[in-house]
T-cell receptor, first 115, second 113 residues
Framework: DTGVSQDPRHKITKRGQNVTFRCDPI?????LYWYRQTLGQGPEFLTY????????KSRLLSDRFSAERPKGSFSTLEIQRTEQGDSAMYLC?????????????FGSGTQLSVL | DQQVKQNSPSLSVQEGRISILNCDYT??????FLWYKKYPAEGPTFLIS?????DKNEDGRFTVFLNKSAKHLSLHIVPSQPGDSAVYFC????????????FGKGTKLSVIP
């Protein structure tokens, strides 16, 4: 069990640029989640996949945000035309649906700074 | 509208004593609750959970108590150790298999040696 892996750990970008983050879940997990955490707040749900299907995306913050999980394994989160308000920690988590007391395992996150 | 509230942003406790972290919720649909611990520059790590059919769950030094009528839960750590110093998040969801966790803002615990 190598845990949930996220890349990069840190990203600094200029306003207006596009950024993409990658998440590799725990290999046998079929659910993958994206959360965002800003300073002083708890993680905020954005979207999730079950296998390759994106089953909930209404909580994505705007149409500048999109996520994919093309083969049901790793996932990417893209933010287009970044704004300073996008600066946050982006967390990925995975879980095994159907497990007793299903719980989320989080990665270390990608810290985004938009200048 | 915050559905999960942790009203104490911080808590300091002497090593060896009990730490009690509190959490209140407003959504009566929540019936599964979790505590996560977070160190700086790391993602949250699952600590302990409780289903609404129980009022207590214990795992080693960690015990979670649930009072459904008061919509209140608490995490007890005894004895507290310096390595327990972290931010603790309370989270809730409507059902053990539901996909979406709602988190509180967290309580920063400092255990003083």
């Amino acid at each position: 069990d190598t845990g949930v892996s996220q890349d990069p750990r840190h990203k600094i970008t200029k306003r207006g640029q596009n950024v993409t983050f990658r998440c590799d879940p725990i290999s046998e997990h079929n659910r993958l989640y994206w959360y965002r955490q800003t300073l002083g707040q708890g993680p905020e749900f954005l979207t999730y996949f079950q296998n390759e299907a994106q089953l909930e995306k209404s909580r994505l913050l705007s149409d500048r945000f999109s996520a994919e999980r093309p083969k049901g394994s790793f996932s990417t989160l893209e933010i287009q035309r970044t704004e300073q308000g996008d600066s946050a920690m982006y967390l990925c988590a995975s879980s095994l649906v159907g497990a007793t007391n299903e719980k989320l395992f989080f990665g270390s996150g990608t810290q985004l700074s938009v200048l | 509208d915050q559905q999960v509230k942790q009203n104490s942003p911080s808590l300091s406790v002497q090593e060896g004593r009990i730490s009690i972290l509190n959490c209140d919720y407003t959504n009566s649909m929540f019936d599964y609750f979790l505590w996560y611990k977070k160190y700086p520059a790391e993602g949250p790590t699952f600590l302990i959970s409780i289903s609404s059919i129980k009022d207590k769950n214990e795992d080693g030094r960690f015990t979670v108590f649930l009072n459904k009528s008061a919509k209140h839960l608490s995490l007890h750590i005894v004895p507290s150790q310096p390595g327990d110093s972290a931010v603790y998040f309370c989270a809730a969801r409507p059902g053990a298999g539901s996909y979406q966790l709602t988190f509180g803002k967290g309580t920063k615990l400092s255990v003083i040696p």
